[in-house]
């Protein structure tokens, strides 16, 4: 269900915003959310009971489970960007399967960016003053088909890298390729030899699986 | 199939030729590809992908370009060059691989980047001609897009991302009710489901695939959808109706039958600038006069897929 982001919620987004510094554009932003169903994946796969089991709370364990789901479903959310106030208006009233473009998603109070985020915040922070890697050409294709970053790859970084930071993977040209989570921090980023970042999303995987099913039917 | 075509396709002997030739030189073949503004402009893209070995020709349209691998000798990379749909560039979404005939089609709604429309793209997915819409609205004023099948809708919400759209709002809606949605719109785009006659150039398993049965199907189809667009467009607003089929009973005759119909009244053919002239008669059955102004474009003529569009107005009754 489409939304406006409630006071939480958009305390959620200006701490992010500030965070990569484009708090200055949230602003002038029309954000709707939407609500999303999601099944817990330890609940689904019977690790939720052992966990509780684990836990000793044998005795409450159907009420807990069910108010850990109905908890999830609460609080997971897409956050999308709409063009204008008009179609905001729209999503809320006539509530679309889909509107503007998807920024991220908060999932247990937390804000996890998307591709399309990480293109905000380079169009609109120049300054480089937040969490990235810009590679050279031969590890940007690798990360184009999923592959993770070894330190060699790495050109330049942000001196600021916090080890299991959220990154933002550029090329050579300065183009958002990908989101990365860092292994190390600072000057250890370049260790050669070594992942030293994750690759969690990359503009090439989503393309290359189409790509791939489709070859299978032929 | 094919040899209906004789009763309608100017130098059919010249399209069989075409077809064959291009089959034969598969490896050479050529696309066309629409540079996507929101992200780059056309001189940048073309710079880049020439940087990169791809021969690119200009088009009538100035976002537009052929392009092919250059294998003239002059470019020895051109057998490791990535194929067309897998460019660091297209991931990105600098670009959509799109026929020129589907551009020509959006470029008749007539949109430009400063007004405020509501636009409709009755039958979206993937994407293509949505995203093309956007582009030419600079990401202003609102696009509803309308997919009937879900199965399809994940393709239309990639390319819209992929493409940086964000002025467009997707329903799951059949086209034949739009109306539920109770809005009117300034243009809407009908790019009808169609036997797909039209891209036999380039999937020749359409020779065979295909049954007059499938022709009758789409046309009752495109019949209802042309009628309840007309339906929900504004007094002087314009709807392009479109299909990339040959057969006339996907094209002008469902535009002469509207035309015959008691919207008939409300709405007149408009010129288009490209394209061979709608044919006049099928089967001994002479169309509305008007339909000279609809187009046809031809894969042997016009070096684009196999394609018709028709542009009509509303007319708005209080001005007269």
Redesign the interface.
């Given at each position: 269900m489409f939304k406006l982001a409630s006071d939480k919620e958009e305390a959620i987004l200006k701490r992010e915003f500030n965070k990569w510094s484009i708090f200055d554009i949230y602003k002038d932003l029309e954000i709707v959310i939407k609500i999303f169903k999601q099944k817990d994946p330890k609940y689904l796969e019977g690790k939720l009971d052992k966990v509780l089991i684990e836990n000793n709370n044998l005795k409450n364990r159907n009420k807990d489970a069910s108010k850990d789901k109905l908890k999830l479903m609460d609080n997971n959310c897409n956050i999308y960007?709409?063009?204008?106030k008009?179609?905001k208006e729209?999503?809320i009233k006539?509530q679309?399967?889909?509107?503007?473009?998807?920024i991220g998603q908060i999932k247990n109070k937390k804000f996890i960016p998307n591709l399309?985020f990480a293109?905000i915040i380079v169009k609109y922070n120049s300054t480089l003053n937040y969490p990235y890697v810009i590679l050279e050409n031969k590890g940007?294709n690798l990360v184009?088909y999923g592959r993770d970053i070894m330190g060699k790859s790495v050109l330049e970084f942000n001196n600021q890298i916090k080890e299991n930071q959220i990154v933002i993977i550029l090329?050579q040209k300065k183009?958002v390729?990908g989101i990365g989570r860092s292994r190390y921090n600072n000057k250890l980023i370049v260790q050669t030899d070594k992942i030293t970042v994750d690759n969690i999303q990359d503009?090439?995987t989503?393309?290359?699986k189409?790509?791939n099913k489709h070859n299978l039917k032929i | 199939m094919i040899s209906r075509f004789l009763t309608f396709i100017p130098n059919t002997e010249v399209l069989l030729e075409y077809i064959e030739n291009l089959n034969s030189k598969r490896s050479n073949n050529f696309e066309y590809i629409r540079a996507n503004n929101l992200k780059i402009k056309s001189e940048e893209l073309e710079k880049a992908l020439i940087d990169k070995g791809y021969r690119i020709d200009k088009t009538i349209l100035n976002e537009v370009f052929k392009i092919e691998k250059a294998i003239d000798g002059n470019n020895s990379n051109a057998n490791i060059l990535p194929s067309i749909g897998s460019t660091l560039e297209y991931l990105k979404g600098y670009y959509y691989i799109q026929d020129l005939s589907s551009c020509l089609a959006v470029e008749e709604l007539g949109i430009n980047e400063n007004n405020s429309s509501m636009v409709l793209d009755m039958a979206a997915s993937p994407g293509g001609k949505t995203t093309f819409i956007a582009q030419k609205m600079n990401n202003n004023g609102n696009i509803i897009a309308c997919e009937p099948n879900i199965k399809r809708i994940p393709s239309l919400i990639f390319n819209l991302s992929r493409c940086n759209v964000k002025n467009t709002t997707i329903f799951n809606i059949n086209g034949e009710n739009i109306d539920e949605l109770g809005i009117k719109f300034d243009r809407i785009l009908l790019d009808a489901p169609c036997s797909c006659e039209g891209i036999i150039a380039k999937d020749q398993t359409r020779k065979k695939s295909r049954e007059y049965k499938d022709i009758e199907i789409c046309s009752i189809k495109q019949k209802t959808l042309i009628k309840s667009a007309i339906k929900v467009l504004k007094p002087g607003g314009i709807m392009v109706y479109c299909t990339c089929s040959f057969a006339p009973e996907e094209n002008e005759m469902i535009i002469d039958e509207l035309l015959k119909s008691n919207q008939g009244s409300d709405v007149k053919i408009e010129p288009i600038r490209y394209g061979i002239d709608g044919l006049p008669e099928f089967k001994n059955k002479k169309f509305n006069t008007d339909i000279k102004n609809t187009k046809r474009l031809y894969p042997h003529i016009h070096n684009t897929n196999g394609f018709f569009i028709a542009k009509l107005r509303k007319i708005n009754k209080c001005l007269n």
């Amino acid at each position: 269900m489409f939304k406006l982001a409630s006071d939480k919620e958009e305390a959620i987004l200006k701490r992010e915003f500030n965070k990569w510094s484009i708090f200055d554009i949230y602003k002038d932003l029309e954000i709707v959310i939407k609500i999303f169903k999601q099944k817990d994946p330890k609940y689904l796969e019977g690790k939720l009971d052992k966990v509780l089991i684990e836990n000793n709370n044998l005795k409450n364990r159907n009420k807990d489970a069910s108010k850990d789901k109905l908890k999830l479903m609460d609080n997971n959310c897409n956050i999308y960007l709409c063009s204008n106030k008009e179609q905001k208006e729209m999503a809320i009233k006539m509530q679309p399967l889909h509107t503007g473009i998807m920024i991220g998603q908060i999932k247990n109070k937390k804000f996890i960016p998307n591709l399309n985020f990480a293109e905000i915040i380079v169009k609109y922070n120049s300054t480089l003053n937040y969490p990235y890697v810009i590679l050279e050409n031969k590890g940007s294709n690798l990360v184009l088909y999923g592959r993770d970053i070894m330190g060699k790859s790495v050109l330049e970084f942000n001196n600021q890298i916090k080890e299991n930071q959220i990154v933002i993977i550029l090329n050579q040209k300065k183009e958002v390729i990908g989101i990365g989570r860092s292994r190390y921090n600072n000057k250890l980023i370049v260790q050669t030899d070594k992942i030293t970042v994750d690759n969690i999303q990359d503009i090439g995987t989503h393309y290359l699986k189409y790509e791939n099913k489709h070859n299978l039917k032929i | 199939m094919i040899s209906r075509f004789l009763t309608f396709i100017p130098n059919t002997e010249v399209l069989l030729e075409y077809i064959e030739n291009l089959n034969s030189k598969r490896s050479n073949n050529f696309e066309y590809i629409r540079a996507n503004n929101l992200k780059i402009k056309s001189e940048e893209l073309e710079k880049a992908l020439i940087d990169k070995g791809y021969r690119i020709d200009k088009t009538i349209l100035n976002e537009v370009f052929k392009i092919e691998k250059a294998i003239d000798g002059n470019n020895s990379n051109a057998n490791i060059l990535p194929s067309i749909g897998s460019t660091l560039e297209y991931l990105k979404g600098y670009y959509y691989i799109q026929d020129l005939s589907s551009c020509l089609a959006v470029e008749e709604l007539g949109i430009n980047e400063n007004n405020s429309s509501m636009v409709l793209d009755m039958a979206a997915s993937p994407g293509g001609k949505t995203t093309f819409i956007a582009q030419k609205m600079n990401n202003n004023g609102n696009i509803i897009a309308c997919e009937p099948n879900i199965k399809r809708i994940p393709s239309l919400i990639f390319n819209l991302s992929r493409c940086n759209v964000k002025n467009t709002t997707i329903f799951n809606i059949n086209g034949e009710n739009i109306d539920e949605l109770g809005i009117k719109f300034d243009r809407i785009l009908l790019d009808a489901p169609c036997s797909c006659e039209g891209i036999i150039a380039k999937d020749q398993t359409r020779k065979k695939s295909r049954e007059y049965k499938d022709i009758e199907i789409c046309s009752i189809k495109q019949k209802t959808l042309i009628k309840s667009a007309i339906k929900v467009l504004k007094p002087g607003g314009i709807m392009v109706y479109c299909t990339c089929s040959f057969a006339p009973e996907e094209n002008e005759m469902i535009i002469d039958e509207l035309l015959k119909s008691n919207q008939g009244s409300d709405v007149k053919i408009e010129p288009i600038r490209y394209g061979i002239d709608g044919l006049p008669e099928f089967k001994n059955k002479k169309f509305n006069t008007d339909i000279k102004n609809t187009k046809r474009l031809y894969p042997h003529i016009h070096n684009t897929n196999g394609f018709f569009i028709a542009k009509l107005r509303k007319i708005n009754k209080c001005l007269n």
